[in-house]
Nanobody, 127 residues
Framework: QVQLVESGGGLVQAGGSLKLSCAAS????????MGWFRQAPGKEREFVSA????????RYANSVKGRFTISRDNVKNTVSLQMNSLKPEDTAVYYC????????????????????WGQGTQVTVSS
């Protein structure tokens, strides 16, 4: 069982930056993938970014590519999402997610592909 706790959300002006962090309890296997998703009011949860255990394979949603950077520290069991050039449309609850049994190919983007979820952290970008 993996427990995930997000932190770092808040209120920021458009053009600003925030860094989200997610701390995972329990041992993560080398087949682990960590992901970030978000859900805006009235919308479905959507994929933001994912990273494999080695950190060598990354994936981003087109809407955040070039602005967000995902990273992980396997010693500390954390994954981070650096968000720059934030826009009002980035406003959402951001969720950290985790899954194992990834052995190559495209990193999964469907929320049904992830087994463990954090409670979410609110990010609000004002215009």
């Amino acid at each position: 069982q993996v427990q995930l706790v997000e932190s770092g959300g808040g209120l920021v002006q458009a053009g600003g930056s925030l860094k989200l962090s997610c701390a995972a309890s329990g041992r993560l296997s080398r087949s682990n993938v960590m992901g970030w998703f978000r859900q805006a009011p009235g919308k479905e949860r959507e994929f933001v970014s994912a990273i494999d255990y080695s950190g060598g394979r990354l994936r981003y949603a087109n809407s955040v590519k070039g602005r967000f950077t995902i990273s992980r520290d396997n010693v500390k069991n954390t994954v981070s999402l650096q968000m720059n050039s934030l826009k009002p449309e980035d406003t959402a609850v951001y969720y950290c997610a985790s899954r194992d049994s990834y052995y190559g190919g495209a990193l999964p983007t469907g929320d049904g592909s992830y087994a463990y979820w954090g409670q979410g952290t609110q990010v609000t970008v004002s215009s």
